[in-house]
């Protein structure tokens, strides 16, 4: 069929083209596959993956080559159109990859749940396939015209080159390095359409009108402005950061954001305070329902049933929190990274230890980090000292983290001591090559609090190498080993010995461990009936 625009010059076709085939291979298999068979819908569930990441993938690279330009272009004549802004608003893809992700995990289901999930499937799939088509044509019908009218031919053909540059670079890159296809649609995340917290990163700011006598708003110096901002939610400060350049540069200046609690915000609640726990892990682990009240014959079929939809939260909320810190790496973070003094990832069980290796890399003025509840393991400080993260924390909570061992603790008591070499190199040797840089030592102020509940790999080792510049600083006040099975009395006194400011109040662990500091004054184990922390009480 012969297209309305030029083949050199139509920017879409190509494209367009390729994403029609993937819908009609995908609706191919859908015909084709037995539904009673569940190793014939994980097929299917693979091929929707793939389809729909390569759908991501293209809605990314169109953004950026193609609207991102045309809005731009629009500006520079001071015209404004508001198809191009809100062209890729929905979240549509990311919450067709999430079922798709999610169905994987009824493998092992009843078959009536499977049913239940494959009609899901099925309507969702359908829905989505109406509206993909006729969008791409819209499209091409409104977006083609806008780019002929303000490119010239030249420019449109090379936008078209880089279009398809592009999606071969993607493949080439999938198939090379043997990317998950799960990998690929974190990286889709991390600058894709994110319910509210998009419009912090969004930067798309209106054109200043041309006025000769400025507001009074105006004439608002930066902090003024700054003392404004600080009292706004982070979806309010995003929509203020695209009034004007200048609110931009405020709004993403690193000291307005001295607070972030991921986990919160993940969840929607934009709120600068972190997430209540106990809430959170009941919501998560423990059925809708006590289960005393799942009696009679049919108590097994009850209790497998409120543990699916138990097992199907944790699902959700570890996608949800891992796809929206996804979202905010580099981009926002990298940002403002340098002016965060407190970070919360409490209960955060999305969090991968890439991700917040990344995260501490960006915070490399952070003072307080709580971890807690979270599943990351020694990978997470992995080569940190070389980058500069955690080395001036004062405060550390770790409370639960039971994959933890020794060697994480190792990692992050290296943090403390930044080793400084030269710029040029990167093995501490100097440029010249003809003498070796000494490597100077940054020492930090050392902890203040730190708390390790529920970390029961941890041992003396752990401990000592952890708090080595925190003792030699003197700075401890606060420590909590509950839980820490293999901790000594020993390593206790030589703590509360370089401790001076750590009383015995502030002072919690076992009540298992002989000869302890301070036995008559110190508190005991936190942990005596709690569900989500290990108790050396309970082994």
């Not at 494209?15 to 995908?26: A, C, D, G």
């Not at 499977?114 to 969008?135: G, M, S, V, Y």
């Amino acid at each position: 069929m012969p297209t309305k625009y030029p083949t050199d010059i139509d920017v879409f076709m190509v494209p367009h083209t390729r994403m029609k085939e993937l819908v009609q291979t995908y609706e191919m298999q859908v015909c084709n596959t037995d539904f009673k068979n569940f190793l014939s819908v994980e097929y299917l569930l693979h091929m929707l993956e793939a389809a729909f990441c390569e759908f991501k993938s293209h809605e990314q690279i169109e953004n950026f080559y193609i609207l991102d330009k045309l809005q731009e272009r629009l500006r520079s004549k001071n015209l404004v159109d508001n198809s191009v802004c809100g062209c890729h608003k929905d979240n549509r893809l990311l919450e067709m990859l999430e079922l798709v992700h999610r169905g994987y995990s009824y493998a092992n289901r009843s078959a009536e749940t499977r049913n239940l999930f494959c009609n899901k499937l099925l309507t969702e799939l359908q829905d989505f396939t109406a509206t993909f088509i006729p969008h791409m044509e819209e499209e091409e019908e409104v977006f083609q015209p806008l780019l002929m009218q303000n490119f010239d031919y030249n420019e449109l053909k090379m936008l078209k080159e880089s279009v398809i540059q592009e999606h071969l670079t993607w493949k080439e890159n999938l198939f090379s390095t043997g990317s998950s296809l799960s990998h690929l649609e974190s990286l889709f995340l991390a600058i894709s359409d994110l319910g509210e917290m998009r419009e912090i990163q969004c930067k798309e700011i209106v054109p200043d009108e041309i006025d000769a006598t400025p507001s009074v708003v105006e004439l608002l110096p930066p902090e003024v402005l700054m003392n404004i901002f600080v009292h706004l939610s982070p979806p309010d400060r995003g929509n203020c950061a695209k009034v004007c350049r200048r609110w931009n540069d405020v709004i993403y200046t690193p000291r307005l954001w001295p607070q972030v609690y991921i986990t919160s915000w993940a969840h929607g609640s934009w709120v600068y305070s972190g997430v209540d726990c106990e809430r959170y892990l009941n919501e998560v682990y423990n059925p809708p329902f006590p289960i005393e009240f799942s009696l009679g014959d049919d108590s097994d079929d009850d209790f497998e049933h409120d543990m699916i939809i138990a097992s199907k939260k944790l699902i959700e909320y570890k996608f949800l929190e891992s796809s929206f810190i996804d979202s905010i790496l580099p981009g926002f973070l990298g940002t403002i990274g340098t002016g965060i003094k407190k970070l919360s990832l409490a209960c955060c069980k999305g969090l991968g230890n890439s991700q917040l290796n990344n995260i501490l890399t960006l915070t490399i003025n952070l003072n307080y980090l709580d971890l807690s509840y979270t599943d990351i393991s020694d990978g997470a400080f992995k080569n940190l000292r070389i980058k500069g993260g955690c080395s001036q924390l004062t405060h550390l909570i770790l409370d639960g983290c039971d994959r933890l061992t020794d060697t994480g603790l190792e990692r992050l008591g290296a943090c403390f001591t930044t080793v400084v070499t030269c710029g040029s190199s990167k093995d501490g040797n100097c440029c010249s090559k003809k003498r070796k840089l000494e490597p100077s030592l940054k020492l930090s102020t050392g902890l203040i609090h730190l708390s390790l509940s529920g970390c029961s790999k941890v041992t003396d080792y752990g401990i000592k190498t952890l708090l080595r510049v925190t003792l030699d600083r003197g700075s401890l006040r606060y420590l909590d080993i509950s839980g820490c099975l293999n901790v000594s009395a020993g390593i206790l006194r030589q703590v509360i010995h370089y401790s001076p400011n750590l009383k015995p109040e502030f002072l919690f662990y076992c009540n298992l461990v002989i000869d302890g500091p301070y036995e008559a004054e110190a508190n005991g184990c936190q942990n005596l009936g709690c569900k989500f922390r290990s108790c050396c009480c309970l082994e």
